[in-house]
């Protein structure tokens, strides 16, 4: 368990940090974890870099958002000390807040200062082999199993569980599926040949003219009756894990990056692909070659048509077409359109 105080004393004893305290709880509540600024609990270290967007998930929480954050403490920018310095309306429920001139960096400091290599550790490592048939156990003589299976799993040749990974009942790795550490993986889920879950996201951020690769230190959360098409890439999140709920299917070849979180039912053909801190409500649904970028929301049921697009986020229910991606109706009628204005042209 951290506390505040041996967080700012780290702080303080790091010459290259500049830090301000602009809030102390006077009650010693422990820091236990780490977690993305609108999931952080009291026991929670979270940051924030000062943004403010009007709609959540468009590169920075809501003014409405930010009152209800509850970490226990968090990085904030130096610019923001005036704002927040004896303000009980900015982050009422937050305990200790410290600022410093880079938050982002600050916190990757921290987590590789007090966490380092602990992320990769699980209370359950080994095979459990209650439920598996007569045949004997189901893990390929060529795998390699350091983290955690539950029975009834099959895992193929040239699979590879590492130490802190957990595979729930049920499950099929088919051949050459890595598992990193801190992948959590619900029951009856499919993975089929070269699929990758866990691995670092494709993250930096500069810090003094200089770009630094983020530690992607949360991995992942899937839920159950899953199944991940061949060749298939779920990356890592930061502070809190990208997430994937029950009954998703993504085709071969899908990519999903750092810190998406993914509904129940969602649907994703061959070569789609989600930008970082995307969010697909539940029974979305993405046509094959369909792209969307980072930090926007599709929203419950919605439909991205084949090589398509989203750079802005889509509202429930609605089908888009294109790039940028529109909705389908608009984007058919400008493509009739265009066809006429090109034979007018021609002749």
């Excluded at 041996?6 to 709880?25: F, G, P, Q």
Aim: charged share 20%.
């Amino acid at each position: 368990m951290l506390s505040a105080a041996a967080i700012i004393d780290y702080l303080r004893n790091d010459e290259s940090l500049e830090c301000k305290v602009v809030r102390e709880s006077p009650c010693e509540i422990p820091l236990a974890g780490y977690a993305s600024l609108l999931q952080a609990t009291e026991n929670d270290v979270s940051f924030w870099v000062g943004h403010v967007e009007s709609i959540i998930h468009a590169n920075g929480p809501s003014n409405e958002s930010l009152q209800n954050v509850r970490a226990g403490f968090l990085f904030v920018p130096l610019e923001t000390v005036a704002e927040l310095s004896g303000s009980s309306e900015i982050f009422p429920f937050v305990k200790s807040i410290v600022a410093v001139k880079e938050p982002y960096h600050a916190m990757v400091l921290f987590l590789e200062h007090f966490f380092g290599d602990r992320f990769h550790e699980n209370m359950q490592s080994g095979v459990n082999a209650s439920g598996f048939d007569e045949n004997g156990l189901r893990i390929h003589p060529s795998a390699v199993v350091e983290g955690f299976v539950d029975e009834g799993c099959f895992v193929g040749p040239g699979c590879v569980v590492m130490r802190g990974a957990s595979v729930g009942r049920g499950c099929r790795l088919e051949s050459n599926v890595t598992i990193y550490p801190n992948v959590i993986v619900g029951e009856g889920c499919i993975f089929q040949a070269g699929v990758v879950v866990g691995s670092r996201g494709f993250g930096f951020y500069e810090h003094e003219g200089e770009r630094r690769m983020v530690p992607h230190f949360a991995g992942v959360r899937i839920g159950n009756r899953c199944s991940f098409g061949a060749n298939t890439v779920v990356a890592a999140g930061f502070i809190s894990p990208t997430t994937i709920g029950d009954s998703c299917h993504l085709d071969s070849m899908v990519q999903i990056a750092h810190n998406c979180v993914l509904g129940n039912n969602i649907y994703m053909a061959s070569q789609t692909a989600l930008g970082g801190t995307t969010v697909l409500e539940d029974g979305v649904q993405f046509a094959g070659g369909a792209k969307a970028a980072g930090h926007l929301t599709v929203g419950k049921n919605a439909i991205v048509t084949a090589k398509a697009g989203v750079t802005k986020s889509v509202p429930a229910g609605k089908t888009v077409a294109g790039f940028p991606a529109i909705d389908i109706d608009i984007w058919r009628r400008q493509m009739v359109e265009l066809r006429v204005m090109a034979k007018k042209n021609l002749k």
